[in-house]
């Protein structure tokens, strides 16, 4: 059984598919192989037929408009039914799989809108250093997308992010430097350390390119070569045509990039026929740009954000303030409580995370996004990262608060390969006292009447004594 919304270019709708056949005696093999012939072409048909809408045939594979290298094959993700999920809330919990991009997560979309605005100001230019002060994901969509604009990528990051995603940076041929984490004000938080490399990049191009003008007429020749001025050593290349830093935070590129693609294409993939959007926000890009386009269409839907330990942004969206009420009395704790969901939470406004529009918010725990990805991965075969976990959360959370019968989206950020170190790994959880024990959902406070999993066996066990 298959239950699936397709992506943005095929409009395949939400269908439950049974492969199951009934069994074909000899007597009368050519009739029932006659109608399997016509049960396939039906299967086929309606398959590729969206719900609540006019029939749209997917065109053939072998017709379908090959994509032109890596960056044209970023974005129109397909929009999957989490079985689980929608069976326990009564509600269509749909998530956007964004970690089947190339780059493995949503932040492709980003990297690739933050190179093409950066070489259309001329910024940046082939030969010359993207850099970026990243918790992971950012960072290596950037060293993905890097090679197919004939640059390089130099990424700051902390060092007590999973050992797993310096290691594929390194394995993607970024430069890679960890440093130890601090406030961001600190001139050595990682991004404030990667606006000054790319600053020292442009500065060494400059320096470069009037050495190279000022001593071209010097140059000596022995043997037909010339010999050229001793450079000093450098992070960076001679060939080095300058720096750019790519600024996730702020830059803007960051939110243009969901409000003209991941909106767009959940926009289409549901028909319009959604009730809400729930994420995180890290940098605040995606639940801006996705959330803005999603009421710029239909006022109606509701967008919610999800927020994780340590952060101040539900308080920011409830509250109007980036603190607690607690905290407002002047007992702000000096070492704010460290999540182990990366990539989201923060304690500062964002120029993305302003842009976006938001109905509400909820608060999730690290334990609840634990629960949830072994849930996941239990019952619907979803390999999730800490992020997605929590975005799961969300869309739960969600769903309790509208009741049954509403349609609500989500975003599933990257897979859980960049987070076994850390969120996967049982020694460190237990180290946190965060080991997974739930049997269902009764840590968001729901009764499972029965896992998708197991109602499938039923179903198929009963065919198969029929």
């Not at 961001?184 to 606006?195: E, F, G, K, L, P």
């Not at 702020?250 to 294409?265: C, V």
């Not at 269409?297 to 607690?324: A, E, W």
């Not at 979803?382 to 509403?406: E, T």
Request: glycine share 10%.
């Amino acid at each position: 059984m298959v239950e699936l919304y397709g992506s943005a270019n095929s409009r395949v709708g939400e269908r439950r598919i049974s492969a199951a056949m009934p069994p074909v005696t000899a007597t009368v093999g050519a009739v029932a192989a006659a109608l399997s012939i016509a049960a396939l072409s039906y299967f086929l048909r309606d398959f590729c037929s969206f719900k609540g809408s006019t029939t749209k045939t997917h065109k053939p594979f072998s017709r379908r408009k090959s994509r032109k290298g890596l960056i044209d094959a970023i974005g129109n993700t397909p929009l999957i039914r989490i079985n689980s999920l929608s069976d326990a809330t009564g509600c269509e919990i749909l998530g956007k799989a964004e970690f089947l991009n190339p780059g493995g997560s949503v932040k492709d979309r980003v990297a690739v809108r933050i190179f093409e605005e950066a070489f259309a100001s001329g910024k940046l230019a082939p030969g010359g250093v993207i850099t970026e002060g990243s918790a992971g994901s950012t960072a290596i969509s950037l060293a993905t997308v890097s090679p197919a604009f004939g640059c390089r990528c130099h990424v700051v990051i902390p060092d007590d992010v999973a050992l797993e995603k310096s290691q594929i940076l390194e394995a993607l041929g970024a430069t890679v430097e960890r440093v130890r984490p601090v406030s961001i004000t600190h001139t050595d938080h990682y991004v404030n350390v990667a606006r000054r490399h790319a600053a020292e990049a442009n500065e060494f191009s400059l320096k470069h390119i009037n050495s190279i003008h000022a001593h071209s007429k010097e140059q000596k020749l022995a043997n037909g070569h010339a010999f050229e001025e001793e450079k000093r050593a450098s992070v960076f290349s001679n060939d080095c045509t300058g720096g750019f830093f790519a600024d996730q935070f702020e830059n803007l590129a960051n939110f243009r990039a969901h409000y003209d693609g991941t909106g767009p294409e959940i926009w289409e993939q549901t028909g319009g026929n959604l009730h809400a959007f729930v994420a995180a926000a890290g940098t605040g890009g995606t639940v801006a740009g996705v959330s803005r386009f999603l009421k710029d269409k239909n006022q109606k839907i509701k967008c919610f954000l999800i927020d994780p330990p340590g952060s101040g942004l539900f308080n920011r969206v409830t509250r109007g303030v980036m603190y607690t009420k607690e905290e407002a009395e002047g007992k702000r704790l000096k070492n704010p409580f460290d999540t182990v969901t990366e990539g989201i939470g923060i304690n500062r406004l964002t120029c993305n995370f302003m842009m976006a529009k938001l109905d509400g918010a909820f608060l999730g725990t690290d334990k609840e996004a634990v629960e949830m990805s072994r849930f996941l991965l239990k019952n619907d075969g979803l390999f999730l990262g800490s992020s997605s976990a929590m975005n799961c959360v969300g869309a739960v959370r969600v769903a309790q608060a509208l009741g049954p019968g509403h349609t609500i989206v989500t975003i599933l950020c990257d897979s859980g390969m960049r987070h076994l170190s850390k969120f996967y790994n049982a020694e460190y959880l237990s180290q946190q006292g965060l080991e997974p024990s739930a049997n269902g959902l009764e840590f968001l406070g729901l009764v499972q009447k029965g896992s998708h999993a197991s109602v499938m066996k039923r179903i198929y066990a009963g065919r198969a004594e029929s």
